[in-house]
């Protein structure tokens, strides 16, 4: 496809989806730094999958948030370091760890809810009701398109 100067133009989907989100990427980071909260936009997945769901193995954690398993290594270290979370050894095997939010990492992380959710408050608003519901299942419809060619 050529864009409108000759060049070759970026595939629409791709580049939209892209955009967004970078934009949204941004916007969060910049929201995260304004409140004065103590970690990053790479940390914030971590912190919430514990949040959401309990504690975890660092491989429940790498493939649920379909990340690599250094990249979780080395924000569970972080996570270790800053009090925010503790890794316990598993209660049916011995072998393996578990990764669980420690109190201070509760209360971060529900800090770290409170300003997701504010977020994604801001976000639906430029949508309707119909808007939020096609988009959803728009997207839901590529995930699964990506996930049926792994």
């Known amino acids: 496809m050529k864009g409108t100067n000759g060049h070759p133009a970026p595939p629409v989907l791709i580049s939209l989806i892209g955009n967004l989100h970078n934009r949204m990427y941004k916007e969060c980071d910049r929201i995260i730094r304004e409140k004065g909260f103590p970690l990053e936009m ?19 954690i790498s493939s649920d948030l379909k990340r690599d398993k ?7 270290s972080f996570l270790v370091n800053k009090d925010i979370v503790v890794v316990i050894q598993d209660t049916i095997d011995k ?6 939010l420690t109190a201070s990492g509760k209360k971060l992380a529900g800090q770290a809810h409170t300003i997701v959710e504010a977020f994604n408050t801001t976000l639906s608003a430029a ?20 996930n049926s060619t792994q």
């Open 42 to 60: 790479d940390q914030l997945p971590v912190l919430l999958k514990l949040y959401y769901s309990g504690d975890a193995s660092q491989q429940e």
């Open 70 to 76: 250094a990249s979780i290594n080395r924000t569970v």
């Open 95 to 100: 072998r393996k760890t578990r990764v669980a």
């Open 127 to 146: 949508l309707t009701a119909e808007e939020s519901k096609q988009f959803q299942s728009i997207t839901q419809k590529l995930i699964d398109s990506i």
